[in-house]
């Protein structure tokens, strides 16, 4: 379970929404769901980000392992300029 938490963290910089030289993209929360526990050494995951107008975003991930999916990870994001040029 403690690796299913790692690669769900990972969701938001792996599905990165926005340009990481223009933008900041922080998670400031992650939801772990899972409805079994993983099985095996190896975590598969399945990332989406959508970024909102207002400056909000959101992480998707799907957690699997050979056996299939067994959750979810969700993430907030905030998103700012950076200011650099």
Known sequence: MQRA??????????SQGVDLRRWTAVNVEMTL???R???GEWIHLDA?????????GRADT???DA???FGRAM???TVG???AT
Do not use: K, M
């Not at 938490?5 to 792996?14: L, R």
């Open 5 to 14: 938490a790692i690669v769900g963290d990972s969701g938001s910089g792996v």
């Open 33 to 35: 769901s899972t409805h």
């Open 37 to 39: 526990d993983p099985e």
């Open 48 to 56: 989406s980000t959508v970024i909102g107008p207002d400056g909000t």
């Open 62 to 64: 799907v957690l699997s």
């Open 67 to 69: 056996a299939g999916a």
């Open 75 to 77: 993430q907030t994001l």
């Open 81 to 83: 300029e950076t200011g």
